[in-house]
Nanobody, 128 residues
Framework: QVPLVESGGGLVQAGGSLRLSCAAS?????????VGWFRQAPGQEHDFVIA???????YYAASVKGRFAITRDTAKSTVYLQMNSLKAEDTAVYFC?????????????????????WGQGTQVTVSS
């Protein structure tokens, strides 16, 4: 059983929008977990995109601040990544990840090793 399942990826023109979903399955108390989104472009490492522990303001990569947002529906155990004003350089496989651990400083949420659960990813392609 895959604990996190991403969906909503696809092909979109530059300037367009997409909303990705990350649905949790089998993670008890998921609404207490911090959730992050990472992305991996071809030949690149996983890059941090955005995260939230639902207590403090979200943490953003500089490249997406003002364009991307993270929200959730606790009733559905689902977290969303709203992506607006998409650019060709946003093209990547997007992964969601979850952790029960809390870091008051927020620095750990930028690090992929901080997360216990991962999804399998969804492809986002932005055409220029």
């Amino acid at each position: 059983q895959v604990p996190l399942v991403e969906s909503g990826g696809g092909l979109v023109q530059a300037g367009g929008s997409l909303r990705l979903s990350c649905a949790a399955s089998g993670i008890s108390g998921f609404n207490y977990y911090a959730v992050g989104w990472f992305r991996q472009a071809p030949g690149q490492e996983h890059d941090f995109v955005i995260a939230s522990n639902w207590i403090h303001d979200p943490y953003y990569a500089a490249s997406v601040k003002g364009r991307f947002a993270i929200t959730r529906d606790t009733a559905k155990s689902t977290v969303y990544l709203q992506m607006n004003s998409l650019k060709a350089e946003d093209t990547a496989v997007y992964f969601c990840a979850a952790t029960i651990r809390f870091d008051y400083s927020g620095n750990s949420y930028y690090n992929r090793s901080w997360y216990e659960y991962w999804g399998q990813g969804t492809q986002v392609t932005v055409s220029s």
